[in-house]
């Protein structure tokens, strides 16, 4: 099929399928269906309610939420009356949050709960182009109208919104048909592994042909159930979960969140499910045992009998990780894109795949190599530019082409990823080397969770470690494992075992590339304390920095 925009696309399968089931969340503890009927009338409701205020083609329109119905559905609704989404994720600080909004010039705004709420209240006097908010979670009275005089509760807004669509019945067809395919349908801040984030702009055009292009490549049928739980606000749930299940008709069912995807997995058994490494290798973790028939079977059990092909995208997945799942009879497949691109450039493919690589581009996707290695791309799937920031679009996009920032190689048709030019570490001899290949490598031992290279203009390579305090228990005798993850941390048992356990993962690599000394973490990295984006990249300079002085101590040493 053919769209202009995304609401034709919401429309004509709303008009398609009508009855059946869209959408599946959970609810005080119950699965709820939502019918595309349903989906589209309350979209349709929602932009109602956008023009009744004011709401204008073009206006940026906030979005404050974890994943839930009403994100979807407001997501919809603003995009029918012609405005543009701009989703801050959910963990950002007021400050954050304030910046995205202040710099998108938001008229309007969706937050999710209490918590979101107090958090954008802290912010919202220095927010004067803000005209409205609309809150998802129900709110005592005596908060309306006095804390923020503009503050609705979604119910009462949607229940506006039926009043008045047929008065604004034609306006929002109208508008619907005059959306073209280069009007903007998000502006999508990236995740900001340094400085401030660049606010993506993607178009209607960008975001339909990206989903056609997979749709293509890999399609899904209306008998497929994708079990969803990375962040809308990211664009790899945004296009792969939230718009290709629209185009494709199957059922899209909302995790409550990333602590019960396993749960979900069980209760839902879905077809398909995309998710970033770090889920995976911590699945993979959990299901260790030193029979590999007996872990194949817990992973196997995992993802239930339903399940097709898993997806990997966000971040490398570790070629130990994806064998590991192959061998278990489960194929996860990576693939590779940015926010810049829609995201998707390239993706290993079930008819055609090589586990080492992010496979090939997609038709219609032109990919090269540069001179210096990096990956440049070019078509229809690039983005509009960077939102209020000329300069940086012209140094991404250089004669149509985006240069992504990754180095990379293409063989036999196949794209690999080899690193990122920025964190390319240049030791003191001289020698090059890639540092998330060898945190690849650590991670994918069983006892090792985390894992950061440092050596930048040193003579040898050290690293921060953060076990897997779980399975490593596993492995220690029994006075020491009773011992907290703060007490095992500093032990010299512990460094000693994980000292053999990272030798045994670095054996295939040169010697330059060996860590020579490390030092044991008892916390994960997290998003909470800034260490990591919101998709679970590492913001390698803010844990660099963090851990400096450790870092150093190894040197003088």
């Known amino acids: 099929m053919n769209y202009s925009n995304l609401p034709e696309l919401h429309r004509r399968q709303a008009e398609r399928l009508g009855p059946r089931t869209a959408i599946r969340y959970r609810r005080h503890g119950l699965f ?92 919202v006097g220095e927010l004067p182009q803000l005209k409205g908010m609309v809150v998802f979670d129900r709110v005592p009275n005596s908060v309306l109208g006095t804390r ?13 919104g039926r009043q008045v669509l047929a008065k604004h019945q034609a306006e929002v ?61 990211h664009i790899y749930a945004r296009t792969m979960d939230h718009y290709r299940t629209l185009e494709s008709g199957c059922l899209l069912v909302l995790a409550d969140s990333q602590d019960t995807v396993v ?55 570790p070629l130990p990780v994806a064998e590991a799942y192959r061998d278990a009879g489960l194929l996860l497949l990576q693939g590779y894109g940015l926010t810049e691109s829609s995201p998707v450039i390239s993706f290993n493919r079930t008819t055609r795949y090589q586990l080492d690589t992010v496979g090939p581009p997609l038709e219609g996707v032109e990919v090269k190599i540069a001179a210096d290695g990096e990956v440049l791309s070019r078509g229809p799937h690039i983005m509009k530019g960077y939102w209020n920031n000329s300069t940086a679009t012209a140094e991404s996009i250089r004669d149509g082409w985006l240069h992504t920032g990754d180095l990379g190689s293409l063989e036999n048709g196949f794209l690999k990823i080899t690193g990122r030019k920025k964190e390319l570490m240049v030791m003191s001899s001289g020698k090059k080397l890639v540092p998330s290949y060898i945190e690849g490598l650590l991670i994918a031992d069983p006892c090792i969770d985390q894992a950061v290279v440092h050596g930048e203009g040193k003579n040898f390579l050290t690293a921060l470690i953060v076990p897997h305090w779980e399975n490593l228990r596993k492995e220690l005798p029994k006075p020491l494992a009773g011992l907290a993850v703060e007490e095992l941390a500093r032990h010299p048992d512990i ?63």
């Open 148 to 160: 923020y005089s503009a503050l609705q509760t979604w119910d009462g807004f949607l229940q506006c």
């Open 495 to 557: 460094c000693s075992l994980l000292q053999r356990r990272i030798q045994a993962a670095l054996t295939d690599v040169a010697s330059w590339e060996q860590v020579k000394k490390f030092v044991v973490l008892p916390q994960p990295f997290s998003v909470a304390a800034d260490e990591l984006t919101v998709s679970l990249k590492l913001r390698r300079n803010v844990v660099l920095t963090k851990y400096r002085e450790q870092l150093e101590a190894m040197y003088r040493e």
């Open 32 to 123: 709820r269906d939502v019918s595309h009927d349903q989906y589209r009338a309350d979209a349709l409701a929602c932009a109602a309610a956008l023009i009744e205020a004011g709401i204008q083609p073009g206006d940026r329109v906030g979005m404050l939420a974890e994943n839930r119905l009403e994100w979807l559905i407001a997501d919809m609704g603003l995009l029918a009356a012609g405005a543009v989404n701009v989703p801050s994720h959910a963990p950002l600080t007021a400050r954050q949050v304030h910046f995205q909004l202040d710099d998108a010039g938001a008229r309007w705004l969706f937050v999710s709960t209490h918590e979101q709420l107090d958090k954008v209240l802290t912010v």
């Open 263 to 317: 749960r979900d997995l069980a209760e839902i058994q879905p077809t398909h499910m995309n998710s970033v490494p770090r889920f995976y290798e911590k699945v993979l973790a959990a299901v260790a045992s030193p029979d590999p028939k007996e872990a194949a079977r817990r992973l196997r059990g995992i993802f239930g009998p339903r399940m097709k092909w898993l997806c990997s995208g966000g971040a490398p997945l």
């Open 173 to 233: 067809r109208s508008r619907e048909r005059r959306l073209g395919p280069d009007d903007l349908a998000t502006v999508m801040y990236t995740s900001g592994t340094t400085g401030n984030p660049k606010g993506v702009m993607l178009t209607h055009h960008n975001l339909l042909t990206n989903v056609a292009m997979v749709q293509a490549s890999e399609p899904a049928s209306m008998d497929d159930i994708q079990l969803c739980w990375l962040p809308f606000s």
